[in-house]
């Protein structure tokens, strides 16, 4: 794979790492960049020599600051000299491209003022490097419900209760607060009382408090006839 150098003022170092050099190493572009400051002017001389022979493309980031930095010249004019035609401009900001070397607006820019995505996919095209596609975030997990057991479900408190309504014989739902309550039905508009009992009876029993064998109230009744 081959090896991209990194041109950029240290005053744009903070988007070019995370946007450019970050982005190339994930598509497995091997790069070098200057992420720390080096103490001595000698000691930089020799390092960035060093940067650049090694590698195989020199990417030049430019922007109003990058053309003002001299270091970035001397890079720029390193590679027109030994790198020709291994050369990629990427232009972050607008400025003048001959700032950097009088025949830097002969060679096709990249362009990352306004579309990100765009500018990345323009930059693995001119490195001649196939898109490595980026693993889909992992799902937030779900988590199941378990189902409660029957004995829980059978002690929960009802919250509504279901009503016949003795005027228009139509069925009501109505809250558990309303049990023993006079209410106004909300078809009829006529008032009638709730029973105060809301416990469904069980199968074959009476309810209780009923007072009387063989007979059921009309709440009863009302429980058989929605199938109870």
């Given at each position: 794979?081959?090896?991209?150098?990194v041109?950029?003022?240290?005053?744009?170092?903070?988007?070019?790492?995370?946007?450019?050099?970050?982005?190339?190493?994930?598509?497995?572009?091997?790069?070098?960049?200057?992420?720390?400051?080096?103490?001595?002017?000698?000691?930089?001389?020799?390092?960035?020599?060093?940067?650049?022979?090694?590698?195989?493309?020199?990417?030049?980031?430019?922007?109003?600051r990058?053309?003002?930095?001299?270091?970035?010249k001397?890079?720029v004019?390193?590679?027109?000299?030994?790198?020709?035609?291994?050369?990629?401009?990427?232009?972050?900001?607008?400025?003048?491209?001959?700032?950097?070397?009088?025949?830097?607006?002969?060679?096709?820019?990249?362009?990352?003022?306004?579309?990100?995505?765009?500018?990345?996919?323009?930059?693995?095209?001119?490195?001649?490097?196939t898109?490595?596609?980026?693993?889909?975030?992992?799902?937030?997990e779900?988590?199941?419900?378990?189902?409660?057991?029957?004995?829980?479900?059978?002690?929960?408190?009802?919250?509504?209760?279901?009503?016949?309504?003795?005027?228009?014989?139509?069925?009501?739902?109505?809250?558990?607060?309303?049990?023993?309550?006079?209410?106004?039905?909300?078809?009829?508009?006529?008032?009638?009382?709730?029973?105060?009992?809301?416990?469904?009876?069980?199968?074959?029993?009476?309810?209780?408090?009923?007072?009387?064998?063989?007979?059921?109230?009309?709440?009863?009744?009302?429980?058989?006839?929605?199938?109870?």
């Amino acid at each position: 794979m081959s090896k991209v150098f990194v041109s950029h003022s240290v005053k744009d170092r903070d988007f070019v790492g995370k946007e450019i050099v970050s982005f190339l190493t994930s598509q497995g572009v091997d790069t070098w960049f200057a992420e720390d400051e080096i103490q001595t002017a000698d000691r930089w001389e020799r390092a960035i020599l060093k940067g650049l022979m090694d590698c195989d493309w020199f990417l030049v980031v430019m922007s109003p600051r990058s053309a003002a930095s001299e270091w970035v010249k001397d890079e720029v004019h390193w590679a027109m000299e030994e790198r020709p035609g291994k050369i990629i401009p990427v232009l972050l900001q607008d400025c003048d491209c001959r700032e950097f070397h009088i025949r830097m607006a002969r060679i096709q820019h990249v362009d990352f003022r306004d579309n990100l995505k765009e500018g990345r996919r323009r930059l693995l095209v001119a490195l001649g490097v196939t898109p490595v596609s980026q693993p889909a975030p992992p799902l937030p997990e779900v988590k199941k419900q378990q189902p409660e057991a029957a004995s829980e479900l059978a002690v929960q408190p009802k919250r509504t209760f279901q009503v016949i309504c003795p005027n228009c014989h139509q069925m009501l739902r109505l809250p558990i607060a309303l049990a023993g309550k006079s209410v106004q039905c909300s078809l009829c508009a006529r008032t009638f009382r709730t029973p105060e009992n809301q416990t469904r009876p069980a199968p074959g029993k009476q309810a209780a408090g009923d007072g009387s064998q063989g007979k059921d109230s009309w709440v009863t009744r009302a429980w058989q006839w929605l199938g109870g």
